[in-house]
Nanobody, 119 residues
Framework: QVQVVESGGGLVQPGGSLRLSCATSGSRFSVNAMGWYRQDPGNQRDSVATITSGGYVNYADSVKGRFTVSRDNAGNTVYLQMNSLKPEDTAIYYC?????????????WGQGTQVTDSS
């Protein structure tokens, strides 16, 4: 079981920056990827940024050039640096850990952290 805890959300003005953190702990078999999704009311949860075990990163088109996903050397914490924030970035941001093999693959989620445009 993997525990996932996000932090760093809050109110931000358009054009501002926030850095989200995601601390993970617990027993992991083989982490394939970690990253972030977001969801605003009435919409589905969408992928924002992913970093694989090999260091490959992928971003949603809407955040490319503004957001950066990274992780610590131990692979226990993943970050999302968000710059040039826009009102449409307002959402609950969820961290995920994709762990396991093709035969036993599990995705763990945090409880989410709210990012809100203050305008």
């Amino acid at each position: 079981q993997v525990q996932v805890v996000e932090s760093g959300g809050g109110l931000v003005q358009p054009g501002g920056s926030l850095r989200l953190s995601c601390a993970t702990s617990g027993s992991r078999f083989s982490v394939n990827a970690m990253g972030w999704y977001r969801q605003d009311p009435g919409n589905q949860r969408d992928s924002v940024a992913t970093i694989t075990s090999g260091g490959y990163v992928n971003y949603a088109d809407s955040v490319k050039g503004r957001f950066t996903v990274s992780r610590d050397n131990a692979g226990n914490t993943v970050y999302l640096q968000m710059n040039s924030l826009k009102p449409e970035d307002t959402a609950i941001y969820y961290c995920f850990v994709d762990d396991g093999t093709a035969l036993d693959r599990r995705v763990y989620w945090g409880q989410g952290t709210q990012v809100t445009d203050s305008s």
